[in-house]
């Protein structure tokens, strides 16, 4: 089994910056792709960057510029940087992990908690 941990989240000013923290453990032979998804209250889940384990990115539109996708893979963690953050970034954030727990085992698809964050004045 496969644990995913956020943590990063909280309330911050329109402009400012967060950096959420997705950490992985359990059993863990290889971490395919991650990435960080959100959902906004009445709004279904979207994604929001994905990080394949060469490092190569992926963004939502609206989140192009601003936004971060990074990747430990030394520490198993996941990471997403916030930048100029606006109230349309209000949203709770998931984590994805693409696992692999044996050589020979199947990729499997875990998730985090979510962690909250709030763009307000």
């Known amino acids: 089994q496969v644990q995913l941990v956020e943590s990063g989240g909280g309330l911050v000013q329109p402009g400012g910056s967060l950096r959420l923290s997705c950490a992985a453990s359990?059993?863990?032979?290889?971490?395919?792709?991650m990435g960080w998804y959100r959902q906004a209250p009445g709004k279904q889940r979207e994604l929001v960057a994905t990080?394949?384990?060469?490092?190569?990115?992926n963004y939502a539109d609206s989140v192009k510029g601003r936004l971060t996708i990074s990747r430990d893979n030394a520490k198993n963690t996941g990471y997403l940087q916030m930048d100029n953050l606006n109230s349309e970034d209000t949203a709770i954030y998931y984590c994805?992990?693409?696992?692999?727990?044996?050589?020979?085992?199947?990729?499997?698809?875990?998730w985090g908690q979510g962690t909250q964050v709030t763009v307000s004045s």
């Open positions: 359990g059993s863990i032979f290889s971490i395919y792709g």
């Open positions: 990080i394949g384990s060469g490092g190569n990115t």
């Open positions: 994805n992990a693409r696992v692999k727990s044996r050589s020979l085992g199947p990729i499997r698809d875990y």
